[in-house]
């Protein structure tokens, strides 16, 4: 079936690069997405790739995707930190539907 | 215009006792997602509607929980005699359309969710 796996942690220095990864099982999934979650709010779409891009940049935010091994990731430059949240990602299901499934989500703590 | 709302956005029940939670779509959208966030948990899907019907609704956990959607609009979850592990935050989405559209049309907009705590 489908599934989708984060590691669950990164802590970074304030300045620094950010790089979460994330694995998923669905060759035929079309789209594939970062959200982020602050405390006590919901998602907020950061960015999504296309499963035909191998590379998308949106300003401080670079989306990498190797669809032979099926990883994705998200760099965050010059992590700051209002970056500090949790970080989802997911990819869309099969079918006539845009249904999301998504990983654990990753807690991005930055430190001074 | 606004985004998606949702209501109450804290809930505290007994166990056994029913709930009723709401989500208020962006107007137009006609495509509606309900997911369930378990702590420390990734969001698990339980129900899609398209205008008032749903065609998916593969991820509800058991028969104590159901859905409707009126107008195109509203919808409410409901949990009927409620346990311990029904405690989640429960999100909703809302795109302008289902697949087929657009990427702008197929954006999910999720509201800010109900923590719901079962004693």
């Known amino acids: 079936g489908e599934d989708v796996e984060q590691s669950l942690f990164l802590s970074v220095r304030e300045g620094d690069s950010s790089v979460i990864n994330c694995t998923y099982t669905?060759?035929?999934?079309?789209?594939l997405y970062w959200y982020k979650q602050e405390p006590g709010a919901g998602l907020q779409l950061l960015t999504y790739?296309?499963?035909?891009?191998d590379m998308k940049q949106d300003q401080r935010l670079t989306v990498l995707l190797n669809k032979k091994d099926k990883h994705l990731s998200l760099r965050i430059a010059d992590t700051q930190t209002g970056d500090s949240a949790i970080y989802f990602c997911?990819?869309?299901?099969?079918?006539?539907?845009?249904?999301?499934?998504f990983g654990a989500g990753t807690r991005l703590a930055v430190h001074p | 215009g606004a985004g998606v709302s949702q209501s109450p956005s804290n809930k505290v029940t007994e166990k056994g006792k029913d709930v009723e939670l709401r989500c208020d779509p962006i107007?137009?959208?006609?495509?509606l997602y309900w997911y369930r966030q378990s702590l420390g948990q990734g969001l698990e899907f339980l129900i899609y509607?398209?205008?008032?019907?749903?065609?998916?609704k593969s991820g509800l956990p058991s028969d104590r929980f159901s859905a409707e959607r009126t107008g195109g609009s509203v919808s409410t979850l409901t949990i009927q005699r409620t346990q311990q592990e029904d405690s989640a935050v429960y999100l909703c989405?809302?795109?302008?359309?289902?697949?087929?559209?657009?990427?702008?049309?197929?954006?999910?907009?999720f509201g800010p969710g109900t923590r719901l705590l079962v004693l």
């Open positions: 989405a809302s795109t302008r359309n289902h697949r087929g559209g657009d990427r702008d049309q197929e954006t999910q907009y």
């Open positions: 669905d060759s035929s999934s079309t789209y």
């Open positions: 790739i296309f499963s035909n891009m």
């Open positions: 997911a990819e869309s299901s099969t079918g006539g539907y845009n249904k999301l499934i």
């Open positions: 107007s137009g959208h006609t495509a």
């Open positions: 509607f398209q205008g008032n019907s749903a065609p998916d």
